[in-house]
């Protein structure tokens, strides 16, 4: 029924069309809610009846049959039943900015990782291809567009990309998927987020609902819960996860979700650089190895930079230390403030995770991978920050100290720790002279 400007439930300053018509009772007679849902499990929308439909929604025939999932589901656990949680408290993931525009926007590229590995553990390796033109088998959201860009092409280089997709929220309004993973991507040191608020909570509850409402037979939700769980109050999102804490209350170890390559195998990779070699790393001493390849590629000439905690600093010029090494051996050392960051990125073509509390590296053998992953962290930016010799405060000779910036200022900023002086954002210039950068990388 096409909708009339002049009839009290079309769209106004008091609403925002039928919908809002609907909760005012200003509805025709005869516009009726669809109460009977064809596609989720029953196991999956019990969660939505919950938050967002009023236990109104019934499930009907047909929502308990999992024979899609027949040909190339592994339904292993953790993913046999149909709502998963994934905590990556563990992982000690770690979030960063990213400038759009003139907003900001966030990628957590280790929870990215898990997410794709994830996916990878619910296809069965001897599953059917997918006729020309049909529908992902997998959705992966994120409500960050960066990390949602992040996710696919991480999907295309673990070849994933023919059953999966991923997107925001948003881009899969209107589609549906057997299996839905949702990564929440926010974790430290980002305190402020605005799906935190309150305040744009109608907002967020609409993007949850489409993503959690595209699944049919699993849903997996994927963030750092003991962070995200304080943080979020009464928001959407906190109203979400206290739910979800009900309907999965299980949480299964992500450790084993993650395909992790041996550290040795890394100096194997340092060895073949040929452009250069950026690492962020708490303490280089606990891997003594790696960072006596990254020694050895500096001392060949290889540009080298190495971002430690500021803590670990002390530790230059002591004889034995890892920092000593490097630092003789030609790489730059910077220092960032409340490091989380655990991520060797090699020449723009590889980029390789460390995760707390495994053995082992994350690897990405992608040149798209690697690229976000160097832009996400200014690998650009530092490194023309150290190459103009800018490093170091003017004023006191201080080495300078890295700060993440808050939502209004995304990304990294440099500043002297003794005398408080700020070298500026270490974003990525514009124009020609970014086009040059990035070319050089």
């Known amino acids: 029924m096409p909708r009339k400007p002049s009839e009290p439930w079309a769209k106004d300053e008091g609403g925002s069309g039928i919908r809002d018509a609907w909760e005012r009772g200003k509805a025709p007679e005869e516009l009726k809610p669809l ?49 998963t949680r994934l905590d990556h408290t563990a992982l000690e993931t770690w979030t960063s ?41 997998v959705l992966v959201m994120s409500p960050y567009r960066p990390q949602a860009e992040l996710l696919q092409a991480m999907l295309r280089c673990r070849h994933l990309h023919y059953d999966a997709a991923a997107g925001t929220p948003h881009a899969f309004q209107g589609s549906e998927a057997s299996a839905v993973l949702l990564d929440l991507t926010v974790a430290a040191p980002h305190y402020r987020a605005g799906i935190f608020s309150s305040e744009h909570s109608e907002g967020h509850r609409r993007l949850l609902n489409v993503a959690i409402t595209r699944a049919r037979r699993r849903l997996v939700v994927v963030g750092d819960l003991s962070f995200l769980r304080p943080k979020a109050g009464d928001s959407a999102l906190g109203r979400l996860l206290r739910h979800l804490a009900t309907a999965a209350p299980s949480r299964p170890d992500v450790r084993p979700i993650l395909r992790l390559t041996p550290e040795p195998d890394l100096g194997e990779i340092v060895a073949r650089a040929e452009r250069y070699v950026v690492w962020y790393v708490k303490d280089p001493d606990n891997n003594g190895a790696l960072a006596e390849s990254i020694a050895g590629a500096a001392g060949k000439g290889l540009p080298v930079l190495v971002i430690t905690d500021p803590r670990r600093m002390t530790r230059v010029g002591l004889r034995g230390s890892a920092l000593t090494q490097l630092r003789d051996s ?30 082992g ?5 992608s040149g798209a991978v690697a690229g976000l992953a160097a832009s996400a962290h200014q690998v650009a930016g530092l490194i023309q920050l150290v190459e103009s010799g800018r490093a170091r405060c003017e004023r006191c000779d201080q080495l300078l100290l890295l700060r993440e910036g808050d939502h209004s200022k995304p990304g990294l900023y440099a500043q002297c720790s003794k005398c408080g002086r700020s070298a500026g954002s270490i974003g990525r210039p514009s124009g020609a002279r970014h086009r040059r950068q990035q070319a050089a990388l």
Not at 340 to 350: C, F, H, N, P, T
Not at 361 to 365: D, E, L
Request: charged share 20%.
């Open 35 to 83: 109460v009977v849902q064809h596609r989720m499990a029953p196991g999956i929308s019990a969660l939505p009846n919950r938050l967002y439909y009023g236990g109104v929604l019934q499930d009907g025939d047909g929502v308990e049959d999992e024979a899609e999932l027949s040909e190339w589901f592994s339904a292993q656990p953790p993913f046999s039943q149909a709502i």
């Open 97 to 137: 900015s990213i400038a759009r525009g003139q907003r900001s926007s966030r990628c957590n590229i280790l929870a990215a990782a898990l997410t794709v590995d994830a996916v990878s553990r619910m296809l069965r390796p001897d599953r059917p291809a997918l006729p020309e033109g049909a529908r992902p088998r």
């Open 330 to 359: 030609g790489a730059a050392l910077m220092q960032k403030d409340s490091l989380r960051e655990a991520i060797l990125i090699v020449d723009g073509e590889i980029v390789a995770l460390g995760a707390a509390t495994t053995e």
């Open 361 to 365: 590296w994350s690897v990405w053998k």
